[in-house]
């Protein structure tokens, strides 16, 4: 294999490719399905509309490589760096990408559904379009990401960084949407926007799965968080007044310094959670549950309900419900 050897459209199936010189090499719409290209150096490479199904692309450096188009379906993609590679309309269905760099890569309408991105870094990834049903998104870095009407639907975002990115219109199905498990039918909500102000103002995170998420002082205003399951979630400083918390799991999380004026906390569980500092004012607390919260210099001026306890039974029924109303359950 030459250095300037055309390789558009050749047949590589199953090929063992370790060794060959690829960086910049013309591969367009080349057959590789199956082919070992773990650890290659295809940084600018032209794959475009390349058949890369089930190909083995570990640890491969395809910075700026043009994947446009490509089938990447169930190919391996752990610790590949494709930092401003260009996936746009690429299948990558059940692609694992454990780990991976991404940063600044576009993956406009890629599918991405079923597939691995926790610990993925999609730092100013665009993802616009992009469908994500299903996809696992745990502990995934999206920051300033573009997912502008991206489909998320049944998506896993636990311990996902979403600080300054952009979900406007995006479809997450949150609880509330039609559900059989619930017996009921309703019209399914809006998808919330995450500005780079972080602003969550309104958002709609019904039964959502939020365990650890940082949220440190977004502005919630307003939101809704009922069933809303916030275990261990930071959100030091964020803005939460008037929002709806009704039902929610806050145990072990830190609103230290949050502003929860006016905020609906009832039957929220937030034991062990952080308050210090934090504005109570006119809050409901009606049967919350506080033990071992810290509630050291917080205003609880006008609050209402302070002291309540929560029985295991309650606590299983509402935990139950949580589980029940998450998306895809």
Known sequence: MTPDE???????????LSGASLPGKNLTGADLTGADLSGQDLNHADLSFADLYGADLTSANLTG?????????????????????????????????????????DLIVA???????TDTDLTSANLTGANLNGADLTSADLTDANLNGADLTTANLTDADLTGADL?????????????????????????EVKPEEDLTGADLRGRNLTG???SGADLTGANFHLATLTGAILTGAIL??????????TDADLSDADLTGAN???????????????????????????????????LTGAEGLGGT????????????????????
Do not use: C
């Open 111 to 117: 599918t991405l559904n079923g597939a691995k991105l």
């Open 265 to 299: 906390l009832k039957e929220a569980d937030l034991t062990g959670a952080d308050l210090s500092g934090a504005d109570l004012t006119g809050a409901n607390l009606k049967e919350a549950d506080l033990r071992d919260a810290n509630l050291t210099a917080a205003d």
């Open 65 to 105: 490589t043009n994947l446009y188009g490509a089938n990447l379906t169930d190919a391996t993609l752990t610790g590949a760096d494709l930092t401003g590679a260009d996936l746009s309309l690429a299948n990558l269905t059940n692609a694992i990408l454990t780990n991976a760099t991404l940063t600044g890569a």
């Open 213 to 215: 998420a940082e949220l």
């Open 6 to 16: 055309d390789l558009s459209g050749a047949d590589l199936r199953l090929h063992d």
């Open 310 to 329: 929560m029985t295991a039974a309650r606590r299983a029924e509402l935990a139950d419900r949580r589980r029940r109303a998450e998306p895809g359950v």
């Open 168 to 192: 406007g219109n995006a479809d997450q199905a949150p609880a509330g949407s039609k559900s059989e498990s619930r017996g009921m039918e309703e019209e399914k909500p809006a998808g919330f």
């Open 241 to 250: 007044t008037g929002a709806n918390l009704t039902w929610a799991d806050l």
